[in-house]
């Protein structure tokens, strides 16, 4: 999603949303793929605005940046 790299799901990670905010791993309804272990790709995403599009759903801020520090510290 975020670089548009291909890829096998095996070096992908999901992103969805859960009960309390955005969770990464299996989960139901609409996901959004990144590159695992890829900043550059979280990155690119986000300044491309794919994470609403690709969950089909307003994404706040502060969402992507609670993620992005579980993700990369
Ligand atoms: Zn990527």
Redesign the pocket.
């Known amino acids: 999603?975020?670089?548009?790299?291909r890829?096998g799901t095996a070096r992908l990670l999901r992103v969805s949303w859960g009960p309390d905010g955005l969770v990464v791993g299996p989960g139901i309804g609409r996901g959004a793929w990144?590159?695992a272990g890829?900043q550059?790709?979280f990155d690119?995403?986000v300044r491309t605005g794919r994470f609403p599009r690709a969950l089909r759903a307003e994404v706040a801020g502060a969402e992507l940046d609670a993620l992005r520090t579980r993700l990369f510290g």
Do not use: I
């Open positions: 999603m975020g670089c548009r790299r890829a990144l590159c890829s550059r790709c690119l995403a």
